[in-house]
């Protein structure tokens, strides 16, 4: 079955980085859009960005762009997101998602599989 873990959470100053990666199995990982999600508490669960199969074809939210970069490496069926200059207002859980067979991984709705989550905090 598909499983998505994530690491890489933690506890970071404001203007730190950290790096977020999913580890994928039980799907053909290289025929997948995949992405990130975060929720904060009291909000709903926001896509913050998507890579497509396709190389380079990526999509961050306005929030995050300029900050944070998704990546892909097919040959270890696993997904990156480098996030910097972090702010208190990324703080939240994080979630890797499998979007669907070669899709944009552009649209929250092409996303259908989650993992568990990992916590990023962000202090002032």
């Known amino acids: 079955q598909v499983q998505l873990v994530e690491s890489g959470g933690g506890l970071v100053q404001a203007g730190g980085s950290l790096r977020l990666s999913c580890a994928a199995s039980?799907?053909?990982?290289?025929?997948?859009?995949m992405g990130w999600f975060r929720q904060a508490p009291g909000k709903e669960r926001e896509l913050v960005a998507g890579?497509?199969?396709?190389?380079?074809?990526?999509y961050y939210s306005d929030s995050v762009k300029g900050r944070f970069t998704i990546s892909r490496d097919n040959a270890k069926n696993t997904i990156y997101l480098q996030m910097n200059d972090l702010q208190p207002e990324d703080t939240a859980v994080y979630y890797c998602?499998?979007?669907?067979?070669?899709?944009?991984?552009?649209?929250?709705?092409?996303?259908?599989?989650w993992g568990q989550g990992t916590q990023v905090t962000v202090s002032s």
């Open positions: 890579i497509a199969v396709r190389v380079g074809s990526t």
């Open positions: 039980g799907f053909v990982f290289s025929n997948y859009a």
């Open positions: 998602a499998r979007g669907g067979g070669f899709s944009s991984g552009r649209l929250s709705q092409e996303y259908n599989r």
